[in-house]
């Protein structure tokens, strides 16, 4: 079992910034994947970004290109998510999710097996 908290979600103005944090604990190695998703009211899960924890690739949604940053600090087994330039259409609960079996980052929803309960992102205009 893998345990995902998320925090550091809020409300900020258009332009701001937030910092979104994903601790994990529990059966976690040096090869899993972490990404953030992020789902509106009426929408579908989308995915936001994704980090191999022991380093190498990344990925991100077009939409975010740019102005998200995903790093992950290995002493404190977290995750994070800089958002930068933060618009309206970025409001949406935000979940981090694991998948412990994929050696590279990778946008595929139905792999990640571990989710956060997430944390809401508002951005007002």
């Known amino acids: 079992q893998v345990q995902l908290v998320e925090s550091g979600g809020g409300l900020v103005q258009a332009g701001g910034s937030l910092r979104l944090s994903c601790a994990t604990s529990?059966?976690?190695?040096?090869?899993?994947?972490v990404a953030w998703f992020r789902q509106s009211p009426g929408k579908e899960r989308e995915f936001v970004s994704a980090i191999r924890f022991n380093g190498g690739n990344t990925e991100y949604a077009d939409s975010v290109k740019g102005r998200f940053t995903i790093s992950r600090d290995i002493a404190k087994n977290t995750v994070y998510l800089q958002m930068n330039s933060l618009k309206p259409e970025d409001t949406a609960t935000y979940y981090c999710?694991?998948?412990?079996?994929?050696?590279?980052?990778?946008?595929?929803?139905?792999?990640?097996?571990?989710w956060g309960q997430g944390t809401r992102v508002t951005v007002s205009s």
């Open positions: 529990g059966r976690t190695s040096y090869t899993y994947t």
């Open positions: 999710a694991a998948d412990p079996y994929s050696a590279y980052a990778h946008t595929d929803v139905r792999e990640y097996n571990y």
